[in-house]
């Protein structure tokens, strides 16, 4: 059966066109790029291509990328590099929201001594700018706020961000892991010090990333040994991957158009047609402006995990927004944090597309997902009043 694919936002199909431009290095152009020879020499000159593929992606200058493995490792050597190089500042500003690249080395630098202001969001998803301004002191090293949400998609005002962020002298970074690609992100006359984007979410394969650090900005490598990327990250160069990263973004850049037309029409067609079917529903996230491609719905009830089983049964790949961990089932610290009532948190799916998804793929879930939905809530205890009096589940919100 072939796979009727939205979890688009976990990682997506390596375009052909990508593909095809990355096989030569796996067999006749081997060479080191960092050698002194002309075979190698060659290797080098495409991975200058690449380097320019991207800096155009985000309107900046090719000497501004630094090529990574990962979103993790480049929001890992931002913060990192921020602490680093401004000693005497050990505070750091992000939110609730943010993806666990972030999140999990933010509570670990606070373990470390560093003290960490968490702000909150509201029950859309959207940051108080006021929040922002108000949490900002002296002696705040770096702010990191993504540029959308990876499970709701919902989009922050960058913009607005950096200009606040910036008028009190501190460093910004965002993780744009699911924007590049999506929105329009001009670095020219977006003053973000530290910008992130992972080749596996457009259409690259896995293992390649890139770092985009502002000229001037303060900085310190997280991987130390030999010269590659300007000494900024050490490591023999992933030839095949940056060279894939590079035609990725660009092929990415020249359909941003059709992803906010063709795409974002197919979503909201799957998201009007969901509500309309299923009762109990809503959109996590809908009040607020949001990537084209990303649908968090909720259906009160329901475990998200029973529903993406029974899609996986028609092909059907989507994510839960919520996991279980230790064997009980928590909502995610995204719906936490919007304060997403437990009833409806639990049964939280993401859809998220493509260029690659079809009209066929939305009619496909607007046909089996109502059925399924009606189907697990006849089977579940707690399906009507009586359910939210007992409390559907333990609420684990905090």
């Known amino acids: 059966m072939k796979p009727v694919y939205l979890d688009n936002n976990a990682t997506t199909q390596v375009a052909p066109e990508v593909l095809s431009a990355m096989l030569p290095f796996f067999s006749e152009q081997y060479g080191n790029p960092s050698s002194m020879h002309s075979f190698g020499g060659a290797v080098g000159a495409h991975l200058r291509r690449a380097r320019a593929q991207v800096a155009k992606g985000l309107g900046c200058e090719p000497s501004e990328i630094v090529f990574t493995s990962c979103g993790t ?12 190089a401004q000693p005497d500042k050990r505070h750091i500003v992000t939110t609730r929201v943010e ?18 202001t968490w702000l909150d969001v509201d029950s859309e998803g959207r940051l108080s700018l006021k929040d922002l301004e108000k949490s900002l002191r002296k002696d705040t ?35 744009a892991v699911q924007a ?24 690259a394969p896995k293992g390649v990333g890139a770092l985009y650090v502002r000229k ?20 023999t160069e992933n030839t095949a991957a940056i060279v894939a990263l590079g035609q990725a973004v660009e092929l990415a850049t020249a359909a941003m158009d059709e992803e906010n037309t063709r795409v974002r029409a ?46 996986d049964r028609f092909g059907i790949c989507a994510s839960s927004g919520s996991a279980c ?32 998804t079809t009209d066929a793929d939305i009619d496909l879930v607007l046909r089996e997902l109502p059925p399924i939905i009606a189907r697990l809530r006849q089977l579940s205890p707690f399906s009507g009043k009586e359910g939210e009096a007992a409390g559907f589940c333990s609420d684990h919100s905090h």
Do not use: W
């Not at 993806?99 to 960490?116: N, R, T």
């Not at 900085?219 to 050490?234: K, T």
């Not at 299923?278 to 009040?287: A, K």
């Open 99 to 116: 993806h666990p690249a972030v999140l999990s080395l933010c509570k670990h630098l606070e373990d470390k001594g560093y003290e960490v």
């Open 73 to 84: 490792e480049g929001d890992n050597t931002a913060i990192r590099s921020a602490l680093e």
């Open 180 to 203: 590049v690609g999506k929105i329009p992100l001009d670095m020219g006359r977006l003053p973000v010090d530290f910008l992130v984007l992972s080749g596996h979410k457009l259409h």
């Open 141 to 175: 090293a770096i702010v990191s706020i993504m540029a959308a949400n990876n499970e709701t998609g919902v989009l922050f005002p960058l913009e607005d961000i950096a200009r606040i962020v910036k008028s009190h002298g501190a460093l910004l970074h965002t993780d």
């Open 266 to 311: 197919l979503r909201d067609r799957l998201e009007r047609g969901l509500l309309a079917a299923v009762p109990d529903s809503r959109i996590n996230g809908g009040g607020a402006e949001r990537l084209p491609n990303t649908l968090s719905i909720a259906f009160k009830y329901v475990e998200g995990e029973a529903i993406l089983l029974l899609l």
């Open 216 to 235: 001037g900005t303060l900085f310190r490598p997280f991987l130390i040994g030999g010269h590659q990327e300007g000494g900024r990250r050490a490591g």
């Open 325 to 356: 961990t230790s064997g009980s089932l928590e909502p995610s610290h995204v719906l936490r944090a919007m304060g997403v009532p437990f009833t409806f948190a639990h049964g939280s799916i993401r859809f998220s597309l493509s260029r690659y």
